[in-house]
């Protein structure tokens, strides 16, 4: 841990501490974590940007079905290619945390389920998040018959105000009400 | 742009840091600011808005004279200076065009005003961002749909951030950094509103000067530096992350509840083994009485517990009587009976607080039936990382959305028949689980009977053949305790539920039915039996509860090994159509909740007990951590982990808790301790230990008071029916509020509603001006870009008005609970002026 400790500066250190859910330890190991994903000669630059291929190669995201969409929602790159600097690498940590709230949980995670990033769940954002989580291939997909009345089901339940899509006040709504929420939505180091 | 050369002097890193609020509390040590003169009096805040013209100036002026207002902020107090930061930053963010694709939803977290009195000020913050999110979707292309120029919305989010941070430099410190904090915000954005915040206190504080406020601003920053540094330590001292993790990471959170609890559980036993090896056995170990054991050791006493152990401090009777000690006196009558209290007590205490606090997160909260949209939405475990995890997870959860669907569509059609036949089905398996239940008791029953009669027989307790005797109760106890829950489980396969937490109650009820009839069997043979046939029968009933641990521990063993290990080799090996076998996480808990109670009901008879039971979870959690990994596959079904958990623990507390305390309670009470052994001997019940004591403080004088809440509360029957009656008036009143809670929802459900379907009429309508003004347009093409403002008010169609008559309009306050579709009646009106304007 000494080496990571001299690599990150004593009031960066506590300003990350302030700012995110994370402890020291945590930030340290993600600092370590993260150095290792650049090559050597970036090392020493704090901005630096990771390309999004090479964040999705940590165990903790490889297999995740919405790992694309977790470094796109967190990325701040202009150029919108979900490369992730160490600040949003630690804001994606700090969003997975143990002691994150719900409503930040319920945020981000609404923000990774909208897929198009209009600000609400329609019937397409739903039938992409449904094909993550059934798989991608055709003979693991629904039936174009059970999508519907699948998402129909969805929308019946949780649109509040029967305007056809789920916005984030519904979503939370419905997340509220799911206790298992807080702790499946977790990502450690 | 030469602005960027003094950006390099305020880098903002060393700016934001935590260390700067030292140096800026402790050059302007004698500045007084008070947290909350702003958001109480209205008032005030308009002295703020009055002292502080150019900060004002700043965040009013519009987004093109920015370079003119700058003049102003040259003059400004050094505190001010991060705020010119911040703008340059925005100013540089405008510069590359893209703040406003990246950053527009972030910054729309602020919204307007909030009303005074509002409870909690970061909740109503984060509801107000929530909104903003549906106001700004998608950074803002959508608004350009809707005939915003990219100016308004600048100069709306600017206007928006100002707010929020007037609003955050209102609170104090600690709960600026947890709002802060909690700001659905990338760091970089969160680093610019806090060094904006900062700057609005410090200006703030240039006003108000006292040295008191500063001190308390250095102490509570100390006081949040050593909160940090616990929580690090804490975490760091958090036993088996690492294990959790890969569990976790494998088999996901249902499967963790378990080892968890395995985790909670051996915490109790910590803090149990702790205070009664420090309050009684210490003392009694310091003082040894003066005698000599007779039995040397022989190595089967570590499975019997009796022989050489019988005379230690491991059971009740290895413990002296009255005072031990001379010059600081020890009495082991009250510290025993204290101690053992006071540890219920804290466990009882822990119990209720973790219920209560596990119910009302994951029940009261919690949907009533269960539905798609949460297995879609919520239920995906992030924690899961394993790949071939992940693949069964996407399977299994198919299937099971597939099977919702198609039950969906069939509904539930029951003949007469069909359901004669359920019925019966199950009325004959609860009657063989009753029966079984009943069956095992009866058994244990006849066995201690004729064991009684070997241990009276006085020549018997030496010989080493008695001694493995003894372990024939508690082996067969263990085997019931073992064998019926698998024929439970065979049983339940029989039996079809239709929804299958159902399933998963009902299995639960039964093992909880036989665990706590087979333990209440054994509770009356000792009461009713042991007690009055035995000399030291305090020490018997500790070695056969020391036996039931031990036993219960190597069941346990066993249990992994057929239950998992043979399973999985049958089931890969001879008959693939079985499978690999899940982990059974209910019938695990259940057994942990099992050997739980018996260490509660063991306290009083044997109080090292704990440590047997602290080294038996210790060996159990690697145990089923390697046999889990080695053996078992994931849960097919994933589902409420989280109310299981619950159910785990109102079930810990309820039968399992309140039945061992009711059991020390009893033995204390009323049951006659053996005249020659143990700290109670020659007393007729224990407790009389406690009034021969208050009969001694009698004599002493200043200790009056215990005995006078001892005479007057806790042998007063009226102070205890007092005690109920105010108990139960106070349920009533919650019961009551609840049921107005409950009508209060139903009413708030039926506003979202209407609310909705006023914002559909209104969608409807606006998607009808933006049609007739393609139409203008093309007449028109001109003058059609053009930004208005919102002050130039016009009425264009009647129904509007008369349908947000009373609602705040867009520049006054629109608080929390204004719904988006206000925002989007808004949008709709202006464009209908813009309309109007146009037609003109």
């Known amino acids: ?189 | 742009m030469s602005f960027y050369n003094t950006d390099g002097i305020f880098n903002p890193a060393y700016h934001d840091s935590e260390t700067l609020e030292i140096h800026r509390s402790t050059s302007r040590r004698s500045h007084h600011y008070n947290p909350y003169d702003m958001d109480q009096e209205p008032w005030q805040r308009g002295v703020f808005h009055d002292a502080l013209p150019s900060y004002n100036e700043q965040s009013r002026a519009p987004w093109d004279s920015r370079q003119g207002s700058w003049r102003t902020a040259d003059s400004m107090a050094m505190g001010l200076i991060p705020t010119q930061q911040g703008s340059l930053r925005w100013e540089h963010n405008r510069t590359n065009g893209g703040y406003q694709t990246s950053s527009a939803v972030d910054y729309s977290t602020a919204h307007q005003e909030q009303s005074p009195g509002t409870p909690p000020i970061d909740r109503s913050m984060r509801q107000r961002g929530t909104r903003k999110m549906s106001l700004f979707p998608g950074g803002g292309v959508a608004l350009g749909k809707l005939g915003m120029t990219e100016e308004d919305i600048r100069e709306e989010i600017e206007n928006e951030e100002q707010d929020l941070v007037k609003e955050l430099a209102a609170m104090s410190s600690r709960d600026q950094i947890r709002a802060i904090r909690e700001l659905p915000m990338s760091i970089e954005d969160k680093k610019h509103i806090r060094s904006q915040v900062l700057a609005c206190k410090s200006s703030k504080r240039g006003l108000h000067l006292t040295c008191c406020t500063d001190c308390s601003e250095q102490v509570s920053l100390s006081f949040r530096r050593c909160g940090t540094t616990m929580v690090s330590a804490k975490q760091a001292m958090e036993l088996w992350q690492g294990t959790m993790k890969e569990i976790g990471g494998k088999f996901g959170t249902g499967v963790l509840s378990y080892f968890l609890f395995l985790k909670w559980l051996l915490m109790f036993n910590i803090f149990s083994f702790l205070v009664n090896f420090g309050f009684i056995t210490v003392p009694q170990l310091v003082q040894p009485p003066n005698k000599t054991a007779n039995v040397g050791f022989r190595g089967l006493e570590l499975l019997t517990g009796a022989g050489y152990f019988n005379e230690t401090v491991m059971y009740y009777g290895g413990y002296s009587d009255g005072i031990i000690g001379t010059q600081p006196e020890y009495d082991m009558q009250l510290a025993y009976f204290f101690t053992i209290a006071a540890y219920l007590v804290l466990c009882g205490a822990s119990l209720i607080y973790s219920m209560a606090r596990s119910f009302q997160r994951n029940f009261v909260l919690s949907y009533p039936a269960s539905g798609s949209a949460w297995r879609l939405l919520c239920s995906w475990d992030f924690k899961v990382t394993n790949d071939k995890a992940i693949r069964q997870r996407k399977n299994n959860l198919r299937i099971q959305l597939k099977e919702s669907l198609s039950e969906k569509l069939q509904g539930i059609h029951m003949t007469t028949s069909e359901k004669l036949k359920q019925f019966g089905i199950h009325l004959g398996t609860w009657l063989i689980s009753t029966g079984l239940a009943a069956g095992s008791c009866a058994a244990i029953y006849f066995l201690y009977q004729s064991n009684l009669e070997v241990v009276k027989d006085p020549q018997a307790p030496t010989s080493l053949l008695y001694e493995a005797s003894t372990l024939l109760l508690p082996f067969v106890v263990s085997l019931f305790n073992l064998v019926i829950p698998l024929l439970y489980s065979l049983l339940n396969k029989a039996e079809r539920y239709s929804n299958p937490r159902m399933q998963i109650y009902v299995i639960v009820l039964r093992n909880v039915l036989l665990k706590m009839s087979i333990l209440g069997i054994l509770c009356y043979y000792w009461m009713h039996d042991v007690a009055s046939n035995i000399s030291c029968w305090e020490s018997f009933v500790g070695q056969d509860l020391y036996r039931l641990v031990i036993m219960d521990f190597f069941f346990i063993m066993f249990g992994s090994f057929f239950g998992e290990f043979l399973r999985n080799v049958i089931g890969t090996k001879c008959l693939p159509s079985l499978g690999v076998p899940e982990f059974d996480v209910a019938r695990n808990v259940l057994d942990l909740i099992y050997a739980q109670t018996l260490a509660w009901i063991g306290i009083y008879f044997s109080p090292l007990l704990p440590v047997i039971q602290l080294i038996k979870l210790f060996i159990t959690f690697y145990l089923k951590k390697v046999s889990l990994i080695q053996n078992c596959q994931p849960p097919r079904r994933s589902g409420r982990a989280a109310q299981m958990q619950t159910i785990f623990i109102a079930l810990l507390f309820f039968p399992s808790f309140v039945g061992s305390l009711s059991m020390v309670a009893y033995t204390v009470w009323s049951l006659k301790p053996s005249d020659s052994c143990g700290p109670f001997q020659g007393l007729n019940t224990t407790f009389e230990a406690v009034a021969l004591w208050m009969d001694r403080e009698e004599n002493i004088p200043g200790s009056m008071w215990a005995v006078w809440i001892y005479e007057n509360v806790i042998k007063s029957e009226l102070f205890f029916f007092l005690l109920t009656l105010i108990f139960l008036v106070l349920i009533y009143f919650f019961w009551q509020i609840t049921q107005g809670r409950k009508l209060l929802i139903v009413l708030l459900r039926e506003q979202i509603i209407n609310e909705g379907k006023d914002k559909a009429f209104l969608l409807m309508k606006l998607q009808n001006l933006q049609k007739a003004k393609k139409t203008t347009a093309s007449l028109q093409p001109t003058n059609a870009q053009q930004p208005k403002r919102f002050d130039v008010r016009q009425h264009i169609e009647p129904d509007y008005d008369q349908e947000f008559e009373g609602l705040p309009r867009p520049e006054e306050d629109i608080g929390p609970s204004v719904p988006s579709a206000l925002i989007q009646a808004m949008l709709a009106r202006r464009m209908a002026e813009e309309e109007e304007e146009d037609r003109y």
Not at chain 1, 57 to 74: D, G, Y
Not at chain 1, 154 to 164: Q, R, Y
């Open chain 1, 1 to 189: 841990m000494g080496t990571t400790a001299s690599q990150l500066p004593k009031d960066l250190l506590s300003e990350y501490q302030e700012l995110t859910f994370l402890t020291k330890q945590e930030i340290l190991l993600a600092h370590k974590r993260f150095t290792e994903l650049l090559a050597k000669e970036d090392r020493s630059s704090t901005s630096q940007r990771v390309p999004m291929e090479k964040v999705l190669t940590m165990p903790e995201l490889k297999s995740n079905p919405f790992r694309k969409r977790i470094c796109h929602v967190f990325s701040t790159s202009e150029a919108k290619d979900g490369s992730l600097t160490f600040e949003d690498f630690l804001d994606l940590l700090s969003a997975f945390s143990d002691s994150a709230t719900l409503e930040i949980k319920s945020h981000y995670a609404f923000r990774i389920f909208d897929f198009d990033d209009d600000g609400t769940l329609d019937c397409g954002d739903l039938e992409k998040l449904v094909n993550c989580l059934t798989g991608e291939t055709d003979d693991t997909r629904l039936t174009p018959e059970e999508m519907r009345q699948l998402i129909s089901n969805i929308l019946e339940e949780s649109d509040i105000d029967k305007d056809g899509t789920v916005n984030l006040s519904e979503f939370q709504h419905v997340i509220s009400r799911s206790p298992d929420f807080v702790s499946s939505f977790k990502i450690v180091l």
